[in-house]
């Protein structure tokens, strides 16, 4: 990619975090589902970790290669034209130094964000000052660089619920404004938030927030005006389409294609869509 039109991208997808309306962000695995996205009107595209390795026949959490990751980041850049961000799980590294030198693979493919979280396979959070170290190095990327990405860094207190609700509050609060002083441009709390505790943590954490499309709490008007700056759906899409397509594989083992072949989405129409 062109490293001026990246830094354009870079700034658009940094700007659209500070506008009056949320960014609603569609979480891809793949480039033909990038370009859904963008061909219905989003202004920018995020990936979904989860999403991806379903593709390639793995269960989320860093199971796949890392360069399987950067082909898909580099298939998606090479056909969209609106900012990408990349799901970076824990960093695909032991190391600060690793997760460093992987960001920048990423960034280097073409991405112009990145998701850097502290949930771990056993359930618990990383230790704070090793996150605030890798949040810190991307920071220190940017500059080396020159590209103004996004960093949107993720506490994963309420996605794997690692205390009662007055400790994962306060948790995610602190672990929330330590990012942004490490250099955080977003705090991304993924979970099933209620409508009071997305309003404490818009009101608490001093960046702009991203949340996840849930059904406890998801009236778009309410989050918006409450405050929050981006809302992710996560491997809701790729989930429902994966679904769609076991139903299809139930369908025609039972003789009966109507589901497959019932729509709108014509061979024609496919090949003019991807045109």
């Known amino acids: 990619m062109i490293i001026e039109k990246q830094i354009e991208l870079a700034k658009k997808f940094h700007q659209l975090h500070q506008e009056k309306q949320m960014l609603v962000l569609p979480n891809a695995w793949s480039a033909g589902s990038a370009i859904v996205f963008e061909k219905q009107g989003?202004?920018?595209?995020?990936?979904?970790?989860?999403?991806?390795a379903y593709s390639l026949g793995y269960p989320?959490?860093?199971?796949?290669?890392?360069?399987?990751l950067c082909t898909v980041v580099k298939q998606i850049t090479k056909r969209i034209s609106i900012p990408l961000s990349v799901d970076f799980e824990c960093g695909y590294g032991e190391s600060v130094a690793e997760v460093k030198e992987n960001a920048k693979k990423l960034i280097l493919a073409g991405a112009v964000g990145i998701n850097i979280e502290d949930g771990?396979?056993?359930?618990?959070?990383?230790?704070?000052?090793?996150?605030l170290e890798k949040i810190e190095s991307l920071v220190q990327l940017k500059e080396e660089l020159g590209i103004p990405f996004v960093i949107n860094a993720r506490t994963c207190v309420?996605?794997?619920d690692v205390a009662d609700d007055a400790s994962k509050i306060a948790t995610a609060i602190e672990r929330g404004n330590a990012f942004v002083k490490s250099g955080a441009d977003c705090v991304f709390i993924p979970g099933a938030l209620s409508e009071e505790i997305v309003e404490t943590l818009v009101s608490a954490i001093d960046a702009p927030l991203n949340i996840i499309a849930n059904p406890l709490f998801?009236?778009?008007q309410k989050l918006n005006r409450i405050g929050v700056r981006r809302l992710s759906v996560g491997s809701g899409a790729v989930r429902s389409a994966f679904n769609h397509?076991?139903?299809?594989?139930d369908n025609l083992k039972k003789g009966d294609i109507s589901l497959m072949l019932n729509h709108q989405f014509s061979y024609k129409y496919a090949n003019e869509f991807f045109e």
């Open 42 to 52: 989003f202004n920018a595209v995020a990936t979904t970790s989860a999403g991806i």
């Open 60 to 68: 989320d959490g860093e199971g796949i290669h890392f360069e399987d």
């Open 120 to 131: 771990l396979p056993n359930g618990n959070l990383n230790d704070l000052d090793f996150q």
């Open 158 to 160: 309420y996605w794997l």
């Open 218 to 220: 998801n009236d778009f």
């Open 245 to 249: 397509l076991i139903a299809i594989g």
